[in-house]
């Protein structure tokens, strides 16, 4: 286990269509987070898991969005009837919470493109 | 919730020299500051981190401080080399990172 695997790299969908991205953390790390970041800003919290519960939830996820975490392993972003302004740069990020940096961790991000 | 602002916006410096970029943050329970590099297309890679108990960490050429009292946190990269240039963003937490807008550095050689 190197590192947090994001999985597809990039996606390119048509507007209305439904999406889903994975994500595969660093084993050891209970914490799991997504994040959004379009060109030019910083990223964007969207949600976190520790273990498999759902712990907190941005404004910015709208009712389109859902994530999951099955078994507190791997997670699922899924976003259903796509929209332009959806497209962005999805970032997952894993952490331990007793790690005494928390070991912070980014995947390399699923680029999704709406047309 | 949690709000981090960055300045500059973007950064010019010469080769050699020092560059500075000063972010501040708005909650006291903050207690995790990290500082990422950005290069086009990839990951945010974890350059230096402070957390709350600590008012300055050097790693080479790079230092962080930490003022808590004034809740701003600061990154120094000094003998800049033209592949320092990339995007920085300082982020603040407490278990998620709140991150700054960001601030472009260019590195002149």
């Known amino acids: 286990d190197t590192g947090v695997s994001q999985d597809p790299r990039h996606k390119i969908t048509k507007r209305g269509q439904n999406v889903t991205f994975r994500c595969d953390p660093i084993s050891e790390h209970n914490r799991l987070y997504w994040y959004r970041q379009t060109l030019g800003q910083g990223p964007e919290f969207l949600t976190y898991?520790?273990?498999?519960?759902?712990?907190?939830k941005s404004r910015l996820l709208s009712d389109r969005f859902s994530a999951e975490r099955p078994k507190g392993s791997f997670s699922t972003l899924e976003i259903q009837r796509t929209e332009q302004g959806d497209s962005a740069m999805y970032l997952c990020a894993s952490s331990h919470d007793r790690a005494s940096n928390y070991g912070y961790t980014f995947g390399s991000g699923t680029r999704l493109t709406v047309v | 919730g949690e709000n981090v602002e960055q300045h500059p916006s973007t950064l010019s410096v010469q080769e050699g020299d020092s560059a500075v970029i000063k972010c501040t943050y708005s909650?006291?329970?903050?207690?995790?500051f990290p500082w990422y590099k950005q290069e086009l297309g990839k990951r945010p890679q974890l350059i230096i981190d402070?957390?709350?108990?600590?008012g300055e960490k050097k790693d080479q050429r790079i230092a962080v401080t930490l003022n808590k009292t004034a809740k701003h946190f600061s990154l120094h990269i000094t003998e800049t080399q033209p592949e320092d240039s990339a995007v920085y963003f300082c982020?603040?937490?407490?278990?998620?990172?709140?991150f700054g807008a960001g601030t472009t550095v260019t590195v002149r050689a």
């Open positions: 898991f520790q273990n498999e519960a759902q712990l907190e």
């Open positions: 402070i957390r709350s108990n600590v």
């Open positions: 909650d006291s329970a903050s207690n995790y």
């Open positions: 982020a603040a937490s407490i278990h998620k990172l709140s």
